[in-house]
T-cell receptor, first 113, second 113 residues
Framework: AQSVTQLGSHVSVSEGALVLLRCNYS??????LFWYVQYPNQGLQLLLK??????LVKGINGFEAEFKKSETSFHLTKPSAHMSDAAEYFC???????????FGTGTRLTVIP | DTEVTQTPKHLVMGMTNKKSLKCEQH?????MYWYKQKAKKPPELMFV???????INESVPSRFSPECPNSSLLNLHLHALQPEDSALYLC????????????FGSGTRLTVV
């Protein structure tokens, strides 16, 4: 069965600093991996996805993530944090043949001015 | 149209009431989903409809009754809910294959009194 683990329920960074949100997956077969962002009282917005086409995936709002099979990781990064990046971030996984999406527990990103 | 529209945005209902949540998409997606999200928690899958047929029911109590009248609409009928059912209810749609990710609506904030 597939699952994802997000290390750190809360991450704080200064404005302009590097953002690094961690996600590790557990899957017996190559997974599809996603990062979603959720602003307060809103739905989830897809930031980026890994579908085996390329290991470095670029998404919206300057975010990117790198799929590392040897580390079973799919960490989300952004070179320079902006105040508008403050939100909840969810890593998620699905697999070939499975029509559902499993979410990690989420990481709340705080950006300090 | 690249949106999933959910109505109402907020709903307060008593434990003896009957109400319905509505979800609509016009992206031609063939799979639609209901998720429940409690505060500070990740979304939890409730139901999956694929080609207008219920394909997954994650052991949801019968006081929640989904309905998919056509490929664009998804309803969630609510009856005799409990206060612990208060949550954000999210609808999502997808092309039905795992690699594309889901498009989420902004949710209905439900409060049961």
């Amino acid at each position: 069965a597939q699952s994802v683990t997000q290390l750190g329920s809360h991450v704080s960074v200064s404005e302009g600093a590097l953002v690094l949100l961690r996600c590790n997956y557990s899957s017996s077969v190559p997974p599809y991996l996603f990062w979603y962002v959720q602003y307060p009282n809103q739905g989830l917005q897809l930031l980026l996805k890994y579908t085996s086409a390329a290991t470095l995936v670029k998404g919206i709002n300057g975010f990117e993530a790198e799929f590392k099979k040897s580390e079973t990781s799919f960490h989300l990064t952004k070179p320079s944090a902006h105040m508008s990046d403050a939100a909840e971030y969810f890593c998620a996984v699905s697999q070939t043949g499975a029509n559902n999406l499993f979410f990690g527990t989420g990481t709340r990103l705080t950006v300090i001015p | 149209d690249t949106e999933v529209t959910q109505t109402p945005k907020h709903l307060v209902m008593g434990m003896t009431n009957k109400k319905s949540l509505k979800c609509e998409q016009h992206m031609g997606h063939r799979a639609m989903y209901w998720y429940k999200q409690k505060a500070k928690k990740p979304p939890e899958l409730m139901f999956v409809y694929s080609y207008e047929k219920l394909s997954i029911n994650e052991s949801v109590p019968s006081r929640f009754s989904p309905e998919c009248p056509n490929s664009s609409l998804l309803n969630l009928h609510l009856h005799a809910l409990q206060p612990e059912d208060s949550a954000l209810y999210l609808c999502a749609s997808s092309q039905g294959t795992p690699g594309y990710g889901y498009t989420f609506g902004s949710g209905t904030r439900l409060t049961v009194v």
